[in-house]
Nanobody, 124 residues
């Protein structure tokens, strides 16, 4: 049984930083693509970033390029999202997602596994 558990969300002022973590069990990161999505109230779920298990290449949504960094620690089976220069519009519930294989996709329905989400609130 696959479980993804996010942590690290919270309240931060604009311009600040947060690091989210996603601990995976039942899923081997080296054989999977891991992604982060977010959803703000009244909005659709938005792709944030993804990382390949093999090779480690990454891909980012336009709204977070240059500010967010996705990384993984295969030994700990954990994926991270370092968020810098946070803006109020980054406020959302952030979800960790995983899919088997090595192809990065930005469409949420193509991910097989999801965490429960962690709230990130950025105050102005």
């Amino acid at each position: 049984q696959v479980q993804l558990v996010e942590s690290g969300g919270g309240l931060v002022q604009a311009g600040g930083s947060l690091r989210l973590a996603c601990a995976a069990s039942g899923l081997t990161l080296s054989n999977s693509v891991m992604g982060w999505f977010r959803q703000a109230p009244g909005k659709e779920r938005e792709f944030v970033a993804a990382i390949r298990g093999s090779g480690g290449s990454t891909y980012y949504g336009d709204s977070v390029k240059g500010r967010f960094t996705i990384s993984r620690d295969n030994a700990k089976n954990t994926v991270y999202l370092q968020m810098n220069s946070l803006k109020p519009e980054d406020t959302a519930v952030y979800y960790c997602a995983g899919r088997l294989g090595n192809t990065i996709v930005v469409v949420s329905i193509l991910y097989d596994y999801w965490g429960q989400g962690t709230q990130v609130t950025v105050s102005s």
